[in-house]
Nanobody, 112 residues
């Protein structure tokens, strides 16, 4: 089982990005999948969860700005991020709920 994150980059405040999490070895639509982020020197922070039935929950810090979705045909989960702010700068990770494994993450930098 492996998940690979991609789609990060440098964006100006107020901008948007869409991150991808592509899975192999497990169907994403059958699992509880989560997004997390981490700033160097700080604990990893939960961002959002996508349930097999399609329900989603978000951390208060991103609610209304971030949207998680999936494409079952591509076995990929997405995190669409709008109205990005400098405090959203972090390495973003996806994870299968209950797993202890982490991928390499993808860097998001919000700066003018």
């Amino acid at each position: 089982v492996q998940f690979v994150e991609s789609g990060g980059g440098l964006v100006q405040p107020g901008g948007s990005l869409r991150l991808s999490c592509t899975g192999s070895g497990v169907p994403i639509d059958a699992e509880i999948m989560t997004w997390h982020r981490q700033v160097p020197g700080k604990a990893r922070e939960w961002v959002a969860t996508l349930f097999p039935g399609g329900a989603t929950i978000y951390a208060d810090s991103v609610k209304g700005r971030f949207t998680v979705s999936r494409d079952e045909a591509k076995n990929t989960m997405y995190l669409a991020m709008d109205s990005l702010q400098p405090e959203d700068t972090a390495v973003y990770y996806c994870q299968q709920h209950g797993s202890t494994a982490w991928g390499q993450g993808t860097q998001v930098t919000v700066s003018s």
